[in-house]
């Protein structure tokens, strides 16, 4: 089984920093892509950033400039570095990869991760 466990969340004050991990565990013969999604109450689940393996990155219009995605290849870990805060940043932020899981595999599947709650006070 694949898993993917994100840590790093927590409560910070408007401006403030949190980084978020993520490490993809199991087997697997390789990943394609990792993001980090969030889901504010009432909301629907979206894209805050994604990085291909090859290190090309999508941000949201929300936050650029201020978000970070990097990943780890040889460790099977992602990263989202996120500055300046608001209180609208508020969520849940889940970890998200399309994974090859076979070697012979030619399309991904996609795992997500529990989820870690950010919450950011005004």
């Known amino acids: 089984q694949v898993q993917l466990v994100e840590s790093g969340g927590g409560l910070v004050q408007a401006g403030g920093s949190l980084r978020l991990s993520c490490v993809a565990s199991g087997r697997f013969f390789s990943i394609i892509g990792m993001g980090w999604y969030r889901q504010a109450p009432g909301n629907q689940r979206e894209l805050v950033a994604a990085?291909?393996?090859?290190?090309?990155?999508n941000y949201a219009d929300s936050v650029k400039g201020r978000f970070t995605i990097s990943r780890d290849n040889a460790k099977d870990m992602v990263y989202l570095q996120m500055n300046s805060l608001k209180p609208e940043d508020t969520a849940v932020y889940y970890c998200?990869?399309?994974?090859?899981?076979?070697?012979?595999?030619?399309?991904?599947?996609?795992?997500w991760g529990q989820g870690t709650q950010v919450t950011v006070s005004s």
């Open positions: 990085i291909t393996s090859g290190g090309k990155t």
């Open positions: 998200e990869a399309s994974i090859y899981k076979y070697w012979s595999s030619t399309v991904g599947s996609d795992y």
